[in-house]
């Protein structure tokens, strides 16, 4: 059985492996970041365990912005207490885990502390888990992030 719980400094091995599983190494975050990200964000960091075994994640600032903006991938905001605007960096699930709920499951633990929406940048090919999650592409995302198109996602709250 899967439970998602708060990330700990212990995760980052396996965050970063995830990470790199499902990404390109343009795209995916670098270890220096991911430590970032648990020190600052660890309210809006999640996990998910089978057991003792770190087998996904979610993490994103949540913030005033609506959308991710680049800089946010090198430069880590601070999480606002309350209310804002929840935004995902970084969603991922370990290659023997997919399509299993796991990501989903990841998405709604995600929501708390009054935020406004969630938001998300996606490339064309995972768009349609998005929307199927309750997410609307609202548009080319403004980002360059890694060469690639990246699309706007929103979920209201």
């Known amino acids: 059985m899967i439970k998602i719980t708060r990330v700990t400094?212990?995760?980052?091995?396996?965050?970063?492996?995830?990470?790199r599983a499902g990404f390109s190494p343009a795209e995916a975050g670098s270890p220096a970041a991911f430590k970032e990200r648990i020190s600052k964000l660890a309210a809006t960091f999640?996990?998910?365990?089978?057991?003792?075994?770190?087998?996904?994640?979610?993490?994103g600032p949540a913030?005033?912005?609506?959308?991710?903006a680049d800089e946010m991938y090198?430069?880590?905001?601070?999480?606002?207490?309350?209310?804002?605007?929840?935004l995902v960096l970084?969603?991922?699930?370990?290659?023997?885990?997919r399509g299993q709920g796991v990501g989903s499951q990841l998405?709604?633990?995600?929501?708390?502390?009054?935020?406004?929406t969630m938001s998300l940048d996606s490339l064309a090919k995972n768009v349609p888990f998005y929307t199927h999650n309750g997410?609307?592409?609202?548009?080319?995302?403004?980002?360059?992030?890694?060469?690639?198109?990246?699309?706007?996602?929103?979920k209201k709250l």
């Open 46 to 59: 999640l996990v998910a365990r089978d057991g003792d075994r770190v087998v996904g994640f979610i993490v």
């Open 74 to 86: 090198t430069q880590t905001p601070t999480n606002l207490v309350t209310g804002g605007h929840q």
């Open 107 to 116: 998405l709604t633990e995600a929501r708390a502390a009054g935020r406004q």
């Open 63 to 68: 913030v005033n912005a609506k959308f991710v």
């Open 135 to 154: 997410f609307v592409k609202v548009g080319v995302a403004a980002s360059s992030h890694a060469g690639e198109t990246w699309y706007n996602l929103v």
């Open 90 to 97: 970084s969603i991922a699930v370990a290659p023997a885990y």
């Open 9 to 19: 400094m212990d995760d980052l091995p396996a965050v970063v492996q995830i990470e």
